[in-house]
């Protein structure tokens, strides 16, 4: 078990690491040279990042991971789910229909990772530093607004803002999600996961995989028509939909 796990977690830095270059140095240079085709190379290339850095999960170390719900691509859709997991991040990416997701996103992420804070950058993912001062709160969470008001491709938050260990669906925080919901009319997708919550961490993964099943279902869709309706009830009648979503799976899987 500890072996495959070992096996599965080299074979995912090994991605990481010659993707890093190919993203820098042939990806972006693409993106360049043929304007035109410019968002097909970023859709085509998130889609296939996400599955190649998850396939090693399942192939090598024996995890058994959810075919993606499709969502559709485009302005004005907002995707909220519960976070278990760094699987949860490529999960949801590949759930996007011919397309790809801006995913708020921490700062510290972006700073030495690998291949990964690269992808921050070049798909403008909206970054948040719960460590910021004041000053920088504020203006972090303006570009995050502007951000929302104008992105053409699919929002994506997790609104309880961090990973559970126990898989509980944990309070919302609520001034990234209340920023988002005030900045445009959305078409809101809520989904649930559930599986993942032995594997917060990288390293969790070396324990062995074999035993990991994880779970995605789509709670539901919600039109939230008015940026200035009442983002509190709306954000507590998604976070119940989702509570009972998640008891719902797991009294299925018990059964």
Known sequence: MKLRGYLAITAVCAVILLCDPI?????????WLFPSRRDRILVAWAQWLCWVLTAPLSWIGGASLPEPLKVPSGPGIL???NHQSLI?????VRCID???PRIVTRRRYARWIPL?????KLYQFPLVDPAATAGQTRRMLRKLQESARTSEVPFMIFPEGHRTRDGEIGPFMTTGLRLILRARPWRVYAFVVDGYSGYPKLSDFFAGMAKLEGRIELVGEFDWPDPKGDHNAFATEIR???IDRLAEMRGASAA
Do not use: A, E
Request: net charge positive; no cysteine; charged share 10%.
């Open 79 to 81: 995707i909220l789910m």
């Open 240 to 242: 119940q939909r989702m």
């Open 98 to 100: 011919n397309g790809y």
């Open 88 to 92: 949860d991040i490529p999960l949801i």
């Open 23 to 31: 993203q820098r140095f042939l990806i972006v240079p693409s993106g």
């Open 116 to 120: 990964i804070s690269h992808v921050l």
